[in-house]
């Protein structure tokens, strides 16, 4: 049973910007903490951005992204979208749409007990 669906991502020169969007199932989307993680060859999985979907919208951004990537919902279709922009070949990197529970707000380690995970969707930005 899929329970998050993934979109988005590709190739991009440095600079520019992709739209990532995951839709999740009603029983996922209760987890109430979703985001993106990241994961590139030989490198552990980090978590990107996160938003809880329970109310108020509080928001995590690793450090990397902060000021480039934003993350936002639209509840009535139970999705989750991460807007990239100013990519670096630094971004370049596998990126999995997850959901985790949460009471109340997304920490910055709030993927090691996500639920549900998505396929994965390439990012590759070149200089």
């Known amino acids: 049973q899929v329970q998050l669906v993934e979109s988005g991502g590709g190739s991009v020169q440095a600079g520019g910007s992709l739209r990532l969007s995951c839709a999740a199932s009603a029983y996922t989307y209760s987890y109430r903490c979703m985001g993106w993680v990241l994961q590139t060859p030989g490198k552990e999985r980090e978590g990107v951005a996160a938003i809880y979907t329970g109310g108020g919208s509080s928001t995590y951004y690793a450090d990397s992204v902060k000021g480039r990537f934003t993350i936002s919902q639209d509840n009535a279709k139970k999705t989750v979208y991460l807007q990239m922009n100013s990519l670096n070949p630094d971004d370049t990197a596998m990126y999995y749409c997850?959901?985790?529970?949460?009471?109340?707000?997304?920490?910055?380690?709030?993927?090691?007990?996500?639920?549900?995970w998505g396929q994965g969707t390439q990012v590759t930005v070149s200089s």
């Open positions: 997850a959901a985790a529970p949460s009471l109340g707000f997304c920490s910055g380690s709030w993927y090691s007990g996500a639920g549900s």
